[in-house]
């Protein structure tokens, strides 16, 4: 399993979640960002510009298989006009 946490506005969240599952998500959190959150953590690259810093961004943690992450990183990437990956983590099946 493949965990991806990313960071989009909340104006595009509703056609950025609808890709994530078409894309194959087995799971979906979302998570509201604070503005302060915002500007100090995740800089310039993503809300740089005078108009991101007023929108509201939402953090999306999405589950899905190994063989479809690709899928949905592309789907993400191909959605959203900005959006930051923060963390992409496999999470290994413990075996007892």
């Not at 740089?48 to 789907?75: F, K, P, Q």
Request: charge should be negative; proline fraction near 2%.
């Amino acid at each position: 399993m493949k965990r991806i946490n990313i960071v989009v506005s909340a104006s595009e969240m509703a056609a950025v979640r609808k890709a994530i599952f078409f894309a194959g998500a087995n799971r979906l959190i979302i998570v509201p960002v604070s503005n302060r959150t915002c500007i100090g953590e995740l800089g310039d690259w993503y809300c740089g510009t005078a108009i991101a810093r007023r929108e509201d961004h939402m953090r999306l943690e999405v589950t899905s298989d190994d063989n479809r992450s690709d899928s949905i990183i592309s789907a993400i990437l191909s959605t959203a006009h900005a959006a930051k990956i923060e963390n992409i983590s496999s999470d290994m099946p413990h075996h007892d």
